[in-house]
């Protein structure tokens, strides 16, 4: 019963995260220009796409984050070819091979880090809380390197729905250029609780997770609708993930992406982070609130 209130709109907003909604209403920031078309879309369709240029312009820790990520990549060569050894193993499913986490499956949060800043950017914690209404929670930020694979699509290459809370809010930021043989992000439009699209696809359980393949999927939306988030570096794009999503269906090309979760301080998601270093920045409201009690 508890579990079903969580996952029902007005007792998720008004019983278990009254608090948060009350008071991002009472003092929420208007967005402006890019930061409002994209809240609009990601609104009516459940995924926008932009650009680190056009959302955050010139004073962003964007190249600051490119910097770091670059730095990373050489002085782990060794560890990045030793992990595109393993990438064809179907005997680990669900530890996803095909992807290396570059700060590990469980990153120590520090605050002051380049990975969390970006996350804490104005305009994208703002658009996480208004499209969720109410002051929202950082849980998570990693680095994806997905390598190409030659065999059939598993896990997460799968078309599924993500079930941390209500509406969730993920941010993937391209740092590399992504084509079609890249494993772009793709999603199926109006899937997201505020959309439209209301059956369910037909799916096989991987555990615990249903998993549909592509003609599945299009038995219940045909493809032309698919959102296929194609983009050179800098890419962002914004997804609520209870819709319909998949990604990683590399073939050709490795993708490289941050990538970086909101949820509602109710949620019960599995906790991705362990706490890091202590907190020396000056962080106005919201950005205080989305780190929460982390150190």
């Given at each position: 019963?508890?579990?079903?209130?969580?996952?029902?709109?007005?007792?998720?907003?008004?019983?278990?995260?009254?608090?948060?909604?009350?008071?991002?209403?009472?003092?929420?920031?208007?967005?402006?220009?890019?930061?409002?078309?994209?809240l609009?879309?990601?609104?009516?369709?459940?995924?926008?796409?932009?650009?680190?240029?056009?959302?955050?312009?010139?004073?962003?820790c964007?190249?600051?984050?490119?910097?770091?990520?670059?730095?990373?990549?050489?002085?782990?060569?060794?560890?990045?070819?030793?992990?595109?050894?393993?990438?064809?193993?179907?005997?680990?499913?669900?530890?996803?091979?095909?992807?290396?986490?570059?700060?590990?499956?469980?990153?120590?949060?520090?605050?002051?880090?380049?990975?969390?800043?970006?996350?804490?950017e104005?305009?994208?914690?703002?658009i996480?809380?208004?499209?969720?209404?109410m002051?929202?929670?950082?849980?998570?930020?990693?680095?994806?390197?997905?390598?190409?694979?030659?065999?059939?699509?598993?896990?997460?290459?799968?078309?599924?729905?993500?079930?941390?809370?209500?509406?969730?809010?993920?941010?993937?930021?391209?740092?590399?250029?992504?084509?079609?043989?890249?494993?772009?992000?793709?999603?199926?439009?109006?899937?997201?609780?505020?959309?439209?699209?209301?059956?369910?696809?037909?799916?096989?359980?991987?555990?615990?997770?249903?998993?549909?393949?592509?003609?599945?999927?299009?038995?219940?939306?045909?493809?032309?609708?698919?959102?296929?988030?194609?983009?050179?570096?800098?890419?962002?794009?914004?997804?609520?993930t209870?819709?319909?999503?998949?990604?990683?269906?590399?073939?050709?090309?490795?993708?490289?992406m941050?990538t970086?979760?909101f949820?509602?301080p109710?949620?019960?998601?599995?906790?991705?982070?362990?706490?890091?270093?202590?907190?020396?920045?000056?962080?106005?409201?919201?950005?205080?609130?989305?780190?929460?009690?982390?150190?």
């Amino acid at each position: 019963m508890v579990r079903a209130a969580r996952h029902y709109g007005p007792t998720w907003r008004y019983v278990f995260n009254f608090a948060p909604t009350l008071s991002y209403q009472w003092r929420r920031q208007a967005l402006y220009g890019e930061a409002a078309r994209v809240l609009e879309t990601l609104n009516d369709d459940g995924v926008a796409l932009t650009s680190a240029k056009a959302l955050l312009g010139s004073n962003s820790c964007y190249g600051e984050l490119c910097g770091t990520v670059e730095s990373f990549q050489a002085s782990s060569r060794a560890e990045i070819a030793r992990a595109r050894l393993g990438v064809d193993n179907q005997d680990a499913i669900g530890k996803k091979t095909f992807i290396l986490e570059y700060l590990g499956r469980n990153p120590k949060f520090d605050p002051a880090s380049v990975y969390a800043r970006f996350a804490l950017e104005r305009n994208i914690l703002g658009i996480a809380n208004a499209y969720l209404g109410m002051r929202s929670r950082l849980r998570y930020y990693n680095v994806w390197h997905t390598f190409p694979t030659s065999i059939e699509a598993r896990e997460s290459q799968l078309w599924h729905r993500d079930r941390e809370d209500y509406l969730i809010v993920k941010v993937f930021l391209y740092l590399s250029d992504v084509d079609e043989g890249a494993g772009p992000f793709i999603y199926a439009r109006g899937s997201h609780p505020k959309g439209q699209l209301r059956r369910e696809a037909a799916y096989s359980l991987e555990g615990n997770v249903r998993r549909s393949t592509d003609d599945q999927l299009a038995e219940v939306m045909p493809r032309e609708k698919w959102f296929k988030g194609v983009g050179e570096k800098g890419t962002i794009i914004f997804a609520d993930t209870r819709g319909y999503h998949c990604g990683g269906r590399a073939r050709s090309s490795a993708r490289v992406m941050y990538t970086a979760m909101f949820t509602s301080p109710a949620s019960q998601s599995e906790e991705l982070m362990v706490n890091g270093t202590s907190l020396s920045l000056p962080l106005d409201r919201d950005q205080a609130f989305a780190i929460g009690n982390r150190k």
